[in-house]
């Protein structure tokens, strides 16, 4: 069975500094995909950012990376130059393959992040 | 480009009593999905459809949920009747799998009380 395992039920960065979500994945599926969301307390899921299993290259969007660690099963997501508005949960999730070839997602239980000025 | 639309986005309501919410999602998209997302979890999908047919619905409570994805647009959860379980944030989202890796984005939600 496909698992998405988040560690860290809260984190606390400073303002302007960087912070590091962790997530580990279990699957047995060779073609798969992680997505971070963010969900501010507006409870709105905002797409961050995706990596697929066979990209060579770690995913970046903007202030956002994913540190894709294969071996290890991990896909920790940086936040670099943390900004006030960053304060959300925070969820990783795994792409599981459908019917149709469509996808659906198994979501972690989340990384609560409060940046303080 | 508009996003995923849901209404309302919050609902009270007494157990026993019927609610219903509706999606609708970014033009385009072929697959609509719901999900469940109780006070401290991640959501978890309760249904999917791909155009107006249902791809997966293994883990919706038939006995008292049901969705419809009329004409392969809008589409509508009923929880007939609910329960003090249901209480939770109703999230709709759609994707293609022609774009953007099939990522799914999602509407605002609805939050739903059931006293």
């Known amino acids: 069975a496909q698992k998405i395992t988040q560690t860290q039920p809260g984190m606390f960065v400073q303002e302007k500094e960087a912070v590091t979500l962790d997530c580990t994945y279990d699957?047995?599926?060779?073609?798969?995909?992680l997505f971070w969301y963010k969900q501010p307390s507006s409870g709105e899921m905002i797409f961050l950012i995706y990596?697929?299993?066979?990209?060579?290259q770690n995913a970046t969007e903007g202030r956002y990376s994913l540190n894709f660690q294969k071996a290890r099963k991990s896909a920790n997501l940086v936040i670099s130059a943390s900004q006030l508005g960053d304060s959300a949960m925070y969820f990783c999730?795994?792409?599981?393959?459908?019917?149709?070839?469509?996808?659906?997602?198994?979501f972690g239980t989340g990384t609560r992040l409060q940046v303080f000025p | 480009e508009a996003g995923v639309a849901q209404s309302p986005r919050y609902k009270i309501i007494e157990k026993r009593q019927s609610v219903a919410f509706w999606c609708n999602p970014i033009?385009?998209?072929?697959?609509l999905y719901w999900y469940q997302q109780i006070l401290g979890q991640g959501p978890k999908l309760l249904i999917q459809?791909?155009?107006?047919?249902?791809?997966?619905d293994s883990q919706l409570p038939k006995d008292r949920f049901s969705a419809e994805r009329l004409k392969g647009v809008d589409s509508t959860l009923k929880i007939q009747p609910a329960k003090l379980e249901d209480s939770a944030v109703y999230l709709c989202?759609?994707?293609?799998?022609?774009?953007?890796?099939?990522?799914?984005?999602f509407g605002p939600g609805t939050r739903l009380t059931v006293l």
């Open positions: 989202a759609s994707s293609s799998p022609k774009q953007d890796a099939d990522t799914q984005y």
């Open positions: 699957t047995s599926d060779p073609s798969y995909g």
């Open positions: 990596q697929g299993s066979y990209d060579q």
């Open positions: 999730a795994m792409r599981e393959r459908g019917f149709y070839n469509t996808d659906k997602l198994i």
């Open positions: 033009s385009g998209h072929a697959t």
């Open positions: 459809f791909q155009n107006n047919g249902v791809v997966d």
